[in-house]
């Protein structure tokens, strides 16, 4: 069974930064696309950032700010968050593919076959 769990998210102030993290089970990111999404109260889930085939999506709102990391051996994906934004605040969410795919490099969680249960990050102004 493949299980995706959360950790990292909290209350920081905005300008700050978190780091969250992604721990697999039953699964690796070899071949496989892997992504965070986030979805803010009231809006629809958005990819924040997407890998698939070497390439990584960003949404243009965390250019610059957030990055995507991985340790395999410890089979943990990681989003680094700096200078942290009151809009960055949503609930956070791990998803992984099967497979590698088009749709997560344009931020789109179609075909993403595994979901975290999300962190909450809360930036405040």
């Known amino acids: 069974e493949v299980q995706l769990v959360e950790s990292g998210g909290g209350l920081v102030q905005a300008g700050g930064s978190l780091r969250l993290s992604c721990a697999a089970s039953?699964?690796?990111?070899?071949?496989?696309?892997i992504g965070w999404f986030r979805q803010a109260p009231g809006k629809e889930r958005e990819g924040v950032i997407c890998s698939s085939d070497g390439s990584t999506y960003y949404a243009d709102s965390v250019k610059g700010r957030f990055t995507i990391s991985s340790d395999n051996a410890k089979k943990t994906v990681y989003l680094q968050m700096n200078s942290l934004k009151p809009e960055d605040t949503a609930g956070y969410y791990c998803?992984?593919?099967?497979?590698?795919?088009?749709?997560?490099?344009?931020?789109?969680?179609?075909?993403?076959?595994?979901w975290g249960k999300g962190t909450l990050v809360t930036v405040s102004s």
């Open positions: 039953g699964f690796t990111f070899d071949d496989h696309a």
């Open positions: 998803a992984a593919a099967r497979s590698s795919s088009s749709w997560c490099l344009a931020g789109d969680d179609y075909g993403m076959d595994y």
